[in-house]
Every structure is written in structure tokens, then in C-alpha cells.
């Protein structure tokens, strides 16, 4: 008289890659959203003024997985009165901009939100205007309530 189990290694195997791809779901949704947050917040900032329009253009974010870009989000915007048709747009510069910043992430997942332009920084630093900082507080801040979420999300579909 022994103990008989109900189940088989297939069975535990397929158990746990479910879960799997339910955690990469909530992964991948959760940082997509948090995302698109931040790059509404540090669009609808109004405390410099963006002559070409190339600035708020340049914000948007890519989601990686293994270094790999799942997702990503870089869309024009209303010009300015001096945006330079011969140059490249916001949009543009803002997502090769994420894109050199994603080479430094070969592992796990993760969100980059950018302002491509060269002089957001100086903008932010020298002016103490906001174009994306307040954004980066907000993800900061979120990141954690995610994963909180996240993890209340696994252990009720246990």
C-alpha cells in the first residue's frame, strides 16, 4: 500500500510553463502600460516651450525581454512653427536613442523611457524645466505597486 501520484512530469512541465506565460503576460502588459503612463505625463508637461516640436516627439519608451524589444511606442506629434522638414524627427531620433540604450539589456525584462533629443538633458539640467524627470519619478514610484500587483496576480491563479 503506497502512495499512487495522479499526475506525471508532463503534467508538472506544462503546470509550470502556464505559469510562466502568465507571469511574462502580466510582464509585458503591466510594463507596456507603465509605459505609455509616463510618456503621457512627460508629454503633457508644459514648462518649456518646444519650438520644433522635436523634443516632446522624441519621448517614448521601448519594453525588452532578453535584451529582445517586445514592444515600443515613438509617435509624432504636432510640429512646431520651426521644425526643419530636412532634419530628422523627434519621433526618429527618440527611438534610435532607446534602441542604443537597449543593447545594455541582455536580461530580464525591462522598460526604457526616453527623451532622444541631445538637449533634453541641458533643458532639464541647466534650465530646470521638466521634460522628463517627473516621469521618472512617477515609473519609480509605480514599479513597485506593479510588482506587487504582479505578484498577487500569481498567487491567486495558483
Known amino acids: ?24 503576460g502580466l510582464m509585458i502588459r503591466n510594463l507596456n502600460f507603465l509605459g505609455m ?5 512627460a508629454k503633457s508637461l508644459d514648462t518649456y516651450t518646444d519650438r520644433t516640436g522635436n523634443l516632446r516627439n522624441s519621448i517614448g519608451y521601448i519594453v525588452l525581454k ?7 511606442m515613438f ?17 526618429r531620433v527618440g527611438e534610435i536613442f532607446a534602441k542604443e540604450i537597449a543593447k ?7 522598460l526604457i523611457v526616453v527623451a532622444g533629443m541631445e538637449y533634453a538633458s541641458y533643458i532639464e539640467d541647466v534650465k ?14 509605480r514599479i513597485t505597486q506593479i510588482a506587487q500587483s504582479i505578484v498577487n496576480s500569481m498567487r491567486r491563479a495558483q
Open 128 to 141: 530646470h524645466l521638466d521634460v522628463i524627470a517627473p516621469a521618472q519619478t512617477f515609473a519609480n514610484t
Open 104 to 110: 545594455d539589456f541582455k536580461v530580464g525584462y525591462a
Open 1 to 24: 500500500m503506497g502512495i499512487e501520484p495522479r499526475f506525471n512530469m508532463r503534467d508538472i512541465d506544462s503546470y509550470l510553463k502556464g505559469k510562466v506565460n502568465m507571469l511574462d
Open 37 to 41: 503612463e509616463c510618456v503621457n505625463l
Open 75 to 91: 509617435e509624432a506629434g504636432t510640429r512646431g512653427p520651426e521644425f526643419d522638414s530636412q532634419e530628422m524627427p523627434g519621433e
Open 66 to 72: 532578453h535584451g529582445n524589444i517586445i514592444s515600443s
